[in-house]
């Protein structure tokens, strides 16, 4: 399983808490090392719950405290020529965790049926990165992982 920074990951019919609905979802890797790995943990949403803005391409900020970032339906973001099929957003709230490699492969292989799509492009992995360090809500553990990435970057 490629779990470098940058790949994007659809699991199919993944299964909400909220309202135990299932739709694919999407997660990307922001970092990785043999033990653990930094993901955007699958809250890329088309679902425009916050009432923000669909105009702006790329990181806005809502209510002058929140960060998000958009991309329009069939921007091309990743490396295989991957886009989102509907206006897509990422919040930026809880939603950059750590995971243990183990468990995420697990959970891969035996939950969700996950495929790969892609990595996004360099210059866009760096403006995802960027707002979500606008975040407030982000730790300060991850926060030191996301600013060394987008050094290297």
Do not use: W
């Not at 329009?72 to 206006?87: E, H, L, R, T, Y």
């Not at 969700?112 to 730790?139: H, N, Q, V």
């Amino acid at each position: 399983m490629d779990l470098s920074s940058g790949v994007i990951y659809r699991f199919k019919n993944y299964k909400f808490e909220d309202d135990q609905s299932h739709r694919d979802k999407y997660t990307i890797v922001l970092h990785s090392n043999p033990k653990e790995a930094v993901l955007i943990h699958s809250l890329t949403t088309s679902q425009n719950k916050l009432s923000v803005p669909e105009i702006h391409y790329g990181c806005s900020m809502y209510n002058n405290r929140f960060p998000y970032f958009f991309f329009p339906a069939g921007n091309v973001i990743g490396d295989q020529n991957f886009s989102f099929s509907k206006n897509t957003f990422i919040f930026f709230a809880n939603n950059i965790r750590r995971e243990p490699v183990e468990k995420f492969e697990k959970a891969a292989k035996e939950i969700f049926g996950m495929t790969y799509l892609g990595k996004l492009l360099p210059e866009e992995l760096k403006r995802i990165i960027k707002c979500a360090l606008k975040s407030k809500l982000i730790t300060r553990d991850i926060e030191s992982v996301l600013i060394e990435l987008k050094h290297k970057l």
